[in-house]
Every structure is written in C-alpha cells, then in structure tokens.
C-alpha cells in the first residue's frame, strides 16, 4: 500500500504554534505516513525551526522552506541554502506578502532556483488576484520543468479554471485542503490521482475530514493512493 504523505502543513509559530510532535500526533490519529512540513508565512520565515523538528522525526517530516521574494537580495540565496541542506521544495503565499505569482522581477529568480535543484513549489491558490489560476498558468508555462501545486484549488469561485490549467500544463498539480466536498470530487473526477493531491493546511482544518473527503470520492484504490501520497511522491527528489 502507498505511503499516506499530507503535502500542506505549517509549523512553528506564526499564525498558530505548531510543533512537530504536533503535527506526528495528529497524523497518528489516522494513520498518514509522512508530511510536508513549511513555516507559517506571514512575511518573516524561520526555516531553521522545520530543521530543527525534522530531526526530531526525520521519517516523517519532509521539510519544504518558506521565503518572501520583496526580499530580492537573499530570497534566492536563502531558498539557495536550504535546498544544499535538504528542503525538497519551497511555499509562497502571493496574498500575504503581496506580490504577483507571475512577477518576473520576484517569483523568476525563485524558480530558477528550484528548477536548477529539481525541487517542488506549492502556492497559495484560493481565488484572488495575486495567485488566481490564471498566474499559475503563466508560470507553469513559463518553468515547464518545475512541479507548480496550487493550494486549495482555485477555492472559492475559480476552481473550474483551476482544472482548465491543471489540464493545460503537465506540471500543474491541485492541492486539495479546504475545497469542500462537491469541488472536491469534480476536481478528482476531472483529473484523477496523476493530477490532485491531498492537503489538510494543518494544523487549521478539520483533519479527518480532509482524509475523509479523499476516501469518499476516489473512484478506486488506486486513485486514492496516487492522491493521498503517490503522486507528491512522485515529484519529491
């Protein structure tokens, strides 16, 4: 069977204190595998903290970093740093630190990156104009070679572009935290497990629910698998 792996949760302190005994504890509670891990990213990230409890639980915390790119003078070299000491892949939240996914001044140098180490983006992608599908569909087209997740689908009202993109670019992945039940099984039913995976943006949401959902609208096994862990797997060096 396929290891269980939550690609979407913070950690530290930020928005809330989350420890990562928090985060295994809650996992434990259903049985998930693995998780990846990211600073709470509200413009200052201390990527040192997720280090810190992925050696504490080394096999099952993947640790993913966090940078603000108006830091143009050490973003690049801070993602730089934790890429050579790890991290498989980086978070951006276009909405809190106020800047277009599509920027070619600030989200190119941090791609580069990540396309130069072979590593994963996740973004924030609920539906505003900073992070809108239609940004992640400039990007993907423009680094074809980087693994883009979109967070939480294009949720509220752009999800249905949201599978137009996936659909569009091959490296385009949807990420399914806070998509309600409906949203969630057009998504799946629209793209299948190559394409969706499973996210709780811990520690906010409902943890057995976000499982929950997963299992009710697989169309089998093997969907499900792909889902709730091949997939990011499959994208994770």
């Known amino acids: 069977m396929m290891l269980k792996v939550d690609a979407h949760t913070h950690v530290g302190e930020g928005?809330?204190?989350?420890?990562?005994?928090?985060?295994?504890?809650?996992?434990?509670?259903?049985?998930v595998d693995k998780t990846v891990v990211f600073p709470f990213t509200e413009g200052f990230f201390?990527?040192?903290?997720?280090?810190?409890?992925?050696?504490?639980?080394?096999?099952?915390?993947?640790?993913?970093c966090a940078v603000n790119p108006w830091d143009e003078k050490g973003a690049a070299d801070e993602l730089e740093r934790c890429f050579k000491n790890g991290f498989k892949g980086v978070k951006l939240h276009?909405?809190?630190?106020?800047?277009?996914?599509?920027?070619?001044?600030?989200?190119?140098?941090?791609?580069?990156?990540?396309?130069?180490?072979?590593?994963?983006?996740?973004v924030h992608g609920s539906a505003d104009l900073y992070n809108c599908p239609t940004e992640f569909d400039r990007m993907a087209r423009r680094f074809p070679k980087v693994p883009l997740i979109m967070a939480h689908s294009g949720y509220f009202w752009e999800w249905e572009q949201a599978i137009e993109v996936a659909l569009e670019n091959d490296n385009l992945y949807l990420e399914t935290?806070?998509?309600?039940?409906?949203?969630?099984?057009?998504?799946?039913?629209?793209?299948?497990?190559?394409k969706v995976i499973w996210g709780t943006d811990g520690p906010f949401c409902d943890y057995e629910w976000e499982f929950n959902k997963i299992r009710r609208y697989a169309k089998?096994?093997?969907?499900?698998?792909?889902i709730m862990?091949?997939?990011?797997?499959?994208?994770?060096?």
């Open 177 to 194: 935290s806070r998509v309600p039940g409906f949203e969630t099984s057009k998504i799946m039913e629209k793209l299948g497990g190559d």
């Open 46 to 64: 201390n990527n040192d903290a997720v280090v810190k409890y992925v050696k504490e639980y080394p096999e099952r915390l993947i640790p993913f």
């Open 94 to 122: 276009p909405t809190i630190c106020g800047f277009p996914l599509s920027s070619k001044r600030l989200a190119d140098p941090l791609f580069e990156v990540v396309q130069a180490y072979d590593r994963v983006v996740i």
């Open 15 to 31: 928005a809330a204190a989350w420890s990562g005994r928090d985060v295994v504890e809650r996992m434990d509670t259903m049985n």
């Open 229 to 237: 862990g091949g997939t990011i797997l499959s994208l994770i060096k």
């Open 220 to 226: 089998n096994e093997t969907e499900f698998d792909k």
